[in-house]
C-alpha cells in the first residue's frame, strides 16, 4: 500500500502532504501537520470542516506515530492526504512486527498500563493496512472518514 505514496508528485494538492527532510516524527507534529492538511482543503473546497472527525484523524494520527515510536523503532516516513472523504494517513517505522492488541490485564489479573493505540486506530479508521516494505519495516495505512 506505501508503494504507491513512494514518488512526490509535481505539484501537489490542498490538503496533502508528504515527508521530506522535515519529517515529522513526534506526535504533537503530525497532528500540527495533519490538521493544517485537513485545514488547507477545507479552505480551497470552501467547506466547513467537522471538528470532531477532524479529531478522530487527530487521534488515529497520533497513536500511528506513537506506535511506531514505542514499537516500530521510530518513524520512517509519514504521509497525509485529504481526499475524497476522509484523510489517509500512512506512518511508516523499522519493524516488521505486525500490531497486535495486547490484554488489558496480565496473567495474574492486574491492569497493565498502554495497549488502547491498536483497537482506538481500528475503531475510527474505515480502512486499515498495513504492508511490507521492500528495505525493511512496514507501513501502516488508514482512512479515517471526515464527515
Given at each position: 500500500?506505501?508503494?504507491?505514496?513512494?514518488?512526490?508528485?509535481?505539484?501537489?494538492?490542498?490538503?496533502?502532504?508528504?515527508?521530506?527532510?522535515?519529517?515529522?516524527?513526534?506526535?504533537?507534529?503530525?497532528?500540527?501537520?495533519?490538521?493544517?492538511?485537513?485545514?488547507?482543503?477545507?479552505?480551497?473546497?470552501?467547506?466547513?470542516?467537522?471538528?470532531?472527525?477532524?479529531?478522530?484523524?487527530?487521534?488515529?494520527?497520533?497513536?500511528?506515530?506513537?506506535?511506531?515510536?514505542?514499537?516500530?523503532?521510530?518513524?520512517?516516513?509519514?504521509?497525509?492526504?485529504?481526499?475524497?472523504?476522509?484523510?489517509?494517513?500512512?506512518?511508516?517505522?523499522?519493524?516488521?512486527?505486525?500490531?497486535?492488541?495486547?490484554?488489558?490485564?496480565?496473567q495474574r489479573g492486574?491492569?497493565?498500563?498502554?495497549g488502547h493505540g491498536?483497537?482506538?486506530?481500528?475503531?475510527?479508521?474505515?480502512?486499515?493496512?498495513?504492508?511490507?516494505?521492500?528495505?525493511?519495516?512496514?507501513?501502516?495505512?488508514?482512512?479515517?472518514?471526515?464527515?
Open positions: 500500500m506505501c508503494e504507491e505514496y513512494s514518488t512526490e508528485p509535481v505539484a501537489q494538492p490542498p490538503g496533502t502532504l508528504r515527508a521530506g527532510s522535515s519529517l515529522p516524527c513526534r506526535p504533537a507534529e503530525v497532528r500540527e501537520a495533519v490538521a493544517r492538511a485537513v485545514s488547507e482543503r477545507c479552505r480551497a473546497t470552501h467547506t466547513d470542516c467537522d471538528t470532531e472527525a477532524l479529531a478522530d484523524a487527530l487521534l488515529v494520527a497520533s497513536e500511528l506515530t506513537t506506535n511506531a515510536i514505542l514499537h516500530g523503532g521510530g518513524v520512517t516516513d509519514f504521509r497525509v492526504d485529504v481526499s475524497g472523504p476522509g484523510v489517509r494517513l500512512s506512518v511508516s517505522d523499522r519493524s516488521d512486527e505486525l500490531p497486535v492488541v495486547v490484554p488489558h490485564t496480565d492486574r491492569r497493565r498500563p498502554g491498536w483497537p482506538i486506530v481500528c475503531r475510527l479508521a474505515r480502512d486499515v493496512r498495513v504492508s511490507d516494505l521492500p528495505a525493511g519495516g512496514k507501513c501502516i495505512t488508514a482512512v479515517v472518514p471526515l464527515v
